[in-house]
């Protein structure tokens, strides 16, 4: 008897997709990148930090919260860029305004008519004047749409305003950001 209430256990477990193993419904459908359980909660975002228009940085960040406090970790970091002037609130040329983003959908092969290949989708911010609103905005790099590389030289960091990285680094965010539920959250600064 034993057997089957320990059968009926299990199979109760797996029917409700992960709760009681401390997964959240997103993550029991194999999504997003939080996990809470009573000890604390796990989540993972991307941040951009700005140095240059073709020298800034581009990290993976686990984040762990729990009653001791606040612990940060780097999973992978990559050399990146943004836009062709710091100018945030010049279209198409400024680079990426500081704030958060939600991050769409992670292509794989995207068909833009710049864009192509390996392209992580952000909203639209407005810049710092209050004013002017980017659009179209990503996370990519110089490739065609199956992901082979175009990729020139370090001059291709430059965008029209996205951050941009090398076809190897975003091949290999994509795998680090798969690994973790994909983060949709990218902080800028």
Not at 11 to 23: D, M, N, T
Not at 35 to 56: C, H, I, M, P, Q
Not at 164 to 182: E, H, M, R, S, T
């Amino acid at each position: 008897m034993r057997v089957n209430r320990r059968a009926a256990i299990a199979g109760s477990v797996l029917a409700l997709g992960g709760f009681v193993a401390g997964l959240t419904p997103a993550q029991a459908a194999g999504e997003p990148a939080e996990v809470r359980a009573s000890d604390g909660t796990t989540s993972y975002y991307l941040t951009f930090k700005k140095n240059t228009n073709t020298n800034s940085t581009l990290r993976l960040i686990k984040q762990r919260v729990t009653e001791q406090g606040t612990s940060r970790v780097t999973l992978a970091q990559y050399r990146a860029g943004s836009g062709h002037t710091t100018n945030e609130c010049e279209k198409n040329k400024g680079w990426l305004p500081n704030g958060t983003y939600t991050i769409g959908k992670y292509h794989t092969q995207y068909d833009g008519s710049v864009i192509k290949g390996y392209a992580f989708s952000l909203n639209d911010k407005t810049c710092k004047n209050g004013v002017t609103k980017r659009t179209e905005l990503f996370i990519h790099s110089k490739m065609k749409k199956d992901g082979t590389s175009q990729w020139t030289g370090d001059n291709n960091y430059k965008s029209e305003g996205c951050i941009k990285l090398k076809p190897a680094d975003i091949k290999d965010l994509y795998k680090q950001a798969k690994k973790v539920g994909f983060p949709k959250t990218l902080k800028v600064s």
